[in-house]
C-alpha cells in the first residue's frame, strides 16, 4: 500500500462547474468480444435486466449496480436484528461515491474498486473481507498531476468483465487495474488516460459526468454540456479514430432544440437494444448506439426543466435515468424524477408509443406515461425535491426525500458551495424525511402509490433494495446519528434501524447504499467506506460492534498498534483501561 495509514485529515469537496461540448466521429471497430457464460443471477420477485457480459461478474459492478441503473440487487443484505449486524469502517480522505465489486480472483475472493470525489481524486482499491485499504492511487503523487476537479467527475464508476475500473476524470476517461494482474494484494496500476479530444469538447470547462457499459462493449459517457459519447472498452482501443459522439447542443455547441445549452448532472443508462438514455436540464433523450454511429431516436420535455434547489447539482431533474420492465412482455420504460415545485415521479415510454396513446394531461409530451406527485404521504406538501437515482424492482419504483428544512436559505449558495450543505443534513430540526414507492399497473396503465413513509430520513444517500430478504436499505439519521435503514419493500414500515456515528465520518454524501456479497450491505461516507454485516455471537464475541471515535475516522486500528492511538482519545485498550 503506497500509505500507511487512511488519512485522518478530510479534504474539502470541490463543488461542481458547468460547461459545454462538440461531436467527434472516426471510422466504426468492432465489438470487444463477450464471455459466453454471462447469465443473471436467480432473480427473487421480478425478473433481472438481460445480463451485460462486459461488466465485471459480481455483486454489484458499478454505478446503480447495472446498465439499467436500477440500483436494486436480487442478493440478500442484513436482516438483524440491530444487536447482530456489525458496522465496520475505514476512512479516506476523499469521498467514495460508487463502490464497486470485482470478480472473483483466483483464491475466490474479491476487491472493492472506487474512485472518489475531493481534492485527491484517489483511485482506491480495498478488502471487502477486512474493510481495510489495499492500495491507494493518488494521481497527484504517482505522476505530479494538478489538483482534482471541481466537477462531479470521478463519482461514478464501474468494473469491467476484465477486472478494469473505468472512470471519466475531468476530460479524461481512465482505466486502472492491478499491477500484477490475478493478485488480490497487486498495487493499483494506471492502464490508460484517454484525453478526449478538442472536438469532442464544448470549450476548455467542459468536464466528463456520468458513465455506462453498453451491451457491445463500449464505455458510453456524457459531459456537463450533452455530448454523449462511445469508445471501445479495451484500453488499447480507446483512440479518437475508435470515438463517436453525438452532440444533444448541435454541433457548435449552441443549444438544444429549445435554444439554451442543455446541461447534465447525472449519469446514464443503457438497454440491450443500443438505446442510451441522457436526462438533461431541459429534456429526457434516448440517443441509439448501433455499433457504428449514435443518433437521436427522440427526445421528450418534462415539467420543471431548468430549476434547481437546495443541494442540487444541477437544473432539472436530480435523477439518474432508471429503465423499468425487464421481462418478456413488460411494458418498457424510463423513469426520472422531474424539476416541478412539487417533485413528479415520471414514466416515459422508451420504445414506442403506443398506438392510439393520449398525453396524460394538456400540454404532456404522449411519451410520458404518467406523472406522480411526490408527497411523501403529507396531503398538504407543496415542495418535494430529490437528488437521487430512482430505485426500481420490477414495476416499482422509490424515491427519497432530499429537502431539507433549512431549504430557503441553503438555496441561496452559490452552486459551486451546494454539495456542502449536505454536511447539514444530518441535523436535528433540518434533516429531510420521507421515502414514497409508486407501481405501475399494467392492466389500467396507471401509476400509483403503493406506500409513503412520511418520517424515516435517507437525507442525501442512494437507497438500494434486497429482493431475497424483501428490504429496502439506506443510510438515514435519527437525533444526529447516522443510520442504516431497512424497510419492508411491502409495506414501507421501518424493519431494521442500525446506529453508526454523529461523525461526519459516517455521512453518506450522496453515496450509493450497495448490497454486496454474503449478506452485506455498503456506502461511502464523507472520508471512508463502511459495512454492515450480519454476524453471530455464539462465534463471535464482538457481535454487534460499533464504531469509536478512533474507527469512525481512520477505521479499524490493529491492536499491536492501536492502545497508544486509543490512549491519545482516552478509549478503553485491551486490557479494559483507559489513557
Known sequence: MRTS???????????????APVAFAGPATPAASAPEDCRPPVAVGAAEPACNPHLADSPW??????????????????TGPAERINVDHDGVASAPIVLSFSPEYPDGD???????????????????????????????????????????????NLVDADNRLHVG??????????????????????????????????GDDDQLVGLTMTYDGHIAFTTEKGMVGVVPRSPERMTAEHLRTFPINGQDCAGGPDGEVETVSNSIAADENGGLYVVTSRAMYRIDWDGAELAQRWRSGYAGAG??????????????????????????FVVITDGQELMHLVLMWRDEVPAGWEPIREGADRRIACEVPVTFGDGDADRSLSEQSVLVRGNSAVVVNNLQRLDPVLRRLPSRVAPYSQLLSGLPGNAPAGIQRVAWDPESRTCDVVWSNPDVAIPNGIPTMSAATDMLYGIGTRDGVWTLEGLDWDTGEVALT????????????????????????????????????????????????????????????????????????????DSGATG
Open 61 to 78: 459492478p458499478g454505478n446503480h449496480r447495472n446498465s439499467y441503473a436500477q440500483a436494486s440487487s436480487p442478493f440478500p443484505g442484513p
Open 307 to 332: 430549476s434547481s434547489g437546495g443541494g442540487r447539482l444541477g437544473a432539472g431533474s436530480g435523477s439518474t435515468p432508471t429503465l423499468m420492465g425487464t421481462a418478456p412482455g413488460d411494458d418498457r
Open 169 to 202: 476524470q475531468a476530460t479524461a476517461l481512465e482505466v486502472y487495474g492491478d499491477a500484477d494482474p490475478g493478485r488480490r494484494d497487486s498495487t493499483i496500476a494506471l492502464l490508460r488516460r484517454f484525453d478526449l479530444p478538442a472536438e469532442a469538447l464544448c
Open 110 to 156: 474479491r476487491v472493492i474498486w472506487a474512485s472518489t470525489v475531493g481534492f485527491t481524486n484517489e483511485i482506491l482499491k480495498i478488502d471487502p473481507e477486512t474493510v481495510t485499504v489495499i492500495d491507494k492511487y493518488i494521481p497527484q503523487l504517482e505522476e505530479g498531476a494538478g489538483p482534482g476537479t471541481n466537477s462531479v467527475s470521478g463519482a461514478y
Open 498 to 573: 442500525v446506529e453508526t456515528t454523529a461523525f461526519p465520518t459516517s455521512n453518506s454524501f450522496y453515496a450509493a447504499t450497495t448490497v454486496g456479497p454474503a449478506g452485506t450491505v455498503w456506502t461511502g461516507n464523507f472520508g471512508g467506506v463502511t459495512r454492515f454485516e450480519s454476524c453471530d455471537p455464539a462465534r463471535e464475541p464482538d457481535c454487534g460492534r460499533r464504531l469509536g471515535p478512533v474507527e469512525a475516522t481512520v477505521g479499524t486500528v490493529p491492536s499491536d498498534s492501536g492502545d497508544a492511538l486509543r490512549d491519545t482519545v482516552g478509549l478503553p485498550n
Open 5 to 19: 495509514l487512511p488519512l485522518t485529515t478530510l479534504a474539502a469537496l470541490s463543488a461542481l462547474s458547468l460547461a
